[in-house]
């Protein structure tokens, strides 16, 4: 019987139910416990970044370390964390980033916000051009990344999807990325953060755009070099630009984003993962691992996720 360590105080309350319910299903018995006095003995360790848990080495047992979040990249440089760690895929996690991702796209698209907050009553007849007249990139083309492009195609849109490595029908490369962002009335990032892709959108990437392109960033704060993106805000040539994810969260009040009549702020709220889906993640690693089976959502600690 496995001996699973949840390392994640605060969010216990939202598993209680949904981790025992989740390994009754599967038919796996195991003892769960939110305290780990002999970590020598425990087999699995779920864990967020953000737990107290920093130091790996007393865990001499464990087949795996099975995070609650999709971005790893805060405990993926451990020193002391020598056993595998599995990142969170969570289908309700891809859910809500495609329906965040396609509602911000189709808002722009449509011009919305001229109706929605409209204090003049100005009665402003533009009709928008059909989805597929305009162009989205999307920089990432990871799991979240394609599910959001297939989205968005199946609305017309005509979808470039650019990657850091070769893949099938994207762009990639310095010389890809050129490509992409010249084309992209709308870019959408859904980038990991590693130290390729911090700042990755900086004053010269972001002049490539053509005037009055809209940025939508669900990914991560740090793919944004965000004095250039106000710089470019400020002079006309970024039309708006939608944020969820920022390098210090919550937002400071006195953040420039605030108040910027060109940013939507919105509160880390593109993509959760839901206890129910992601408990049922996490115990087919924990099924995987007493069968000998290879884990899914295997981090590669030399690319950073």
């Not at 999709?70 to 969170?88: D, F, H, K, S, Y």
Request: charged fraction near 20%; aromatic fraction near 6%.
């Amino acid at each position: 019987m496995p001996l699973i360590f949840f390392a994640a105080p605060s969010l216990w309350p939202e598993y209680e139910v949904a981790l025992p319910a989740a390994l009754a299903e599967a038919g796996i018995e195991a003892t769960v416990v939110t305290e780990a006095p002999e970590p020598g003995l425990v087999d699995y360790i779920v864990y967020a970044p953000s737990a107290p848990l920093q130091d790996f080495t007393p865990f001499t047992r464990t087949k795996a370390v099975l995070s609650l979040w999709a971005g790893v990249e805060r405990i993926v440089g451990n020193a002391t964390l020598t056993q595998p760690l599995c990142r969170m895929v969570d289908p309700s996690l891809t859910e809500g980033m495609v329906e965040w991702v396609a509602g911000h796209v189709l808002r722009h698209h449509l011009g919305m916000d001229r109706h929605i907050v409209n204090p003049g009553h100005v009665w402003n007849p533009v009709c928008p051009p059909l989805a597929r007249e305009r162009r989205v990139t999307i920089l990432g083309m990871g799991a979240l990344g394609t599910a959001c492009a297939e989205a968005l195609r199946a609305l017309n849109f005509p979808v470039t999807g650019w990657s850091r490595t070769a893949k099938p029908g994207c762009l990639h490369g310095d010389a890809g990325l050129e490509a992409a962002l010249r084309s992209a009335a709308i870019v959408v990032t859904l980038l990991p953060k590693t130290p390729e892709t911090e700042n990755l959108l900086n004053a010269a990437r972001l002049a490539l755009l053509p005037a009055g392109a809209v940025i939508v960033n669900p990914g991560r704060g740090a793919l944004i070099d965000d004095a250039a993106l106000l710089a470019a805000l400020d002079a006309g040539h970024i039309g708006h630009a939608t944020l969820d994810v920022f390098r210090v969260e919550p937002l400071p009040a006195d953040h420039p984003y605030w108040s910027h009549p060109r940013v939507t702020v919105t509160p880390h709220i593109a993509a959760d993962t839901r206890a129910s889906s992601a408990a049922r993640v996490i115990v087919e690693n924990i099924r995987r691992g007493e069968a000998g089976e290879p884990f899914i959502n295997l981090v590669d600690r030399s690319r950073g996720y």
